[in-house]
């Protein structure tokens, strides 16, 4: 049989801009693109990238059955929310009952994060964490996160392999990181973390860093989050059988950056703005971190989670599968002041 895909999050910043991209993937031959959508609106925006817009009540597992039964989606690219995992039971349900019908192999694609994998979660930092390691399903298992959110986020993972092994359907874990550049969408134009450094910074009139050292994170431009996400994709449909499962996680990253040098970049453009002070970064203290946690609608304690940390994730599967990022992680800083007009103008709209 052939397949049909359904894409989910195509109003936002990865899903959109992958719509966006994804008549010149020139992909293997599949019978069908479905879009998720909330509204009329969204529904006319995905038809011009040629999906076909679909409307599903998450908030009802029998909507989230019929639809992928009537319509035989056999692969699902999710990409919502990260931290819980009641809709993702619900498709892989629906997906494993579509394989005891057609007998056609089916897919779940869950979109995760970066700091599920790093010290806000639990995760080792002593060395490089490669996202091949064939004991990566076990460290999940075994991580505590400080924070009851993060630690949802991790078991969310773990529900969804565990889940989908059991019932015979091909999951993986696809992890964003910091994500930069303009998305290419008909929705949300920018990141999450980027934005985050700006409006804490713009709040404070100064750019401070929440950690000792020096430590480092994964970084992606979001053209390369996103050809990830199609080589993925494409594996998939060329029947090549990509890494699945408990070996089925896939870190969109060309490498790490320390947080020191994304903050002195995005300083130096700040104040060329005159939104701070000064082009200096320095170490936040309690007074600060309440002044940026207000900013960004968040405990104190918890703007560290948003604005640093340590995470040795590091990106191997992708390459396996013929994932050739276009830029290197230094391009981040590189591009930092067109990174800050972005946001800055963003935020002047919303």
């Known amino acids: 049989m052939a397949n049909r895909i359904l894409i989910t999050g195509g109003s936002g910043y990865l899903g959109g801009t992958l ?26 925006a995905v038809e011009q990238y040629g999906a076909e817009a679909l409307n599903i009540n998450l908030e009802a597992p029998e909507s989230i059955k019929k639809a992928v039964l009537d319509n035989k989606i056999n692969i699902v690219f999710y ?11 619900t498709f892989i349900e629906a997906l494993s009952e ?9 897919h779940f694609l869950h979109t995760s994060g970066a700091k599920l994998f790093s010290e806000h979660a639990g995760a080792p930092t002593d060395a490089p964490l490669l996202d091949t390691d064939p004991k990566l399903y076990d460290i999940q298992k075994s991580q505590r996160a400080p924070f009851p959110l993060m ?33 290419e969408g008909f929705g949300n134009p920018i990141s999450i973390q980027t934005v985050a450094i700006v409006k804490a910074a713009i709040k404070v009139r100064q750019v401070y860093k929440v950690d000792a050292g020096r430590p480092i994170w994964p970084v992606c431009h979001v053209i390369d989050n996103t050809t990830l996400y199609i080589e993925l994709l494409r594996a998939i449909l060329s029947g090549k059988e990509p890494g699945y499962g408990k070996s089925g996680y896939y870190l969109a990253s060309p490498g790490s950056v320390a947080w020191d ?5 995005m300083a130096k453009a700040l104040a060329k703005s005159k939104y701070i002070d000064d082009d200096e970064v320095h170490v936040a203290d309690d ?6 946690g207000d900013a960004l609608e968040c405990p104190k304690d918890f703007v560290p989670v948003q604005l640093g940390g340590l995470c040795t994730f590091t990106a191997v599967h992708g390459k396996q599968i013929g994932w050739k990022p276009q830029f290197a992680a230094e391009h981040i800083i590189e591009t930092a002041d067109a990174e800050v007009e ?3 103008q963003h935020l002047k709209e919303s």
Request: hydrophobic share 40%.
């Open 19 to 44: 719509l966006a991209r994804w008549k010149e993937a020139n992909l293997p031959s599949y019978e069908k693109l479905y879009a998720l959508v909330r509204t009329e609106e969204q529904g006319k």
């Open 79 to 89: 990409l919502i929310d990260p931290r819980n995992w009641e809709h993702q039971v």
């Open 98 to 106: 579509l394989k005891k019908q057609t007998g056609q192999e089916v």
């Open 151 to 183: 630690q949802s986020a991790v078991e969310a993972n773990n529900v969804v392999i565990e889940n989908a092994e059991g019932k015979g359907v091909r999951s993986y874990i696809f992890v964003p990181c910091i994500v930069y550049g303009k998305g």
């Open 261 to 265: 040098d994304i903050y002195l970049s």
């Open 287 to 292: 007074g600060a971190l309440q002044k940026m």
């Open 342 to 344: 972005l946001i800055l």
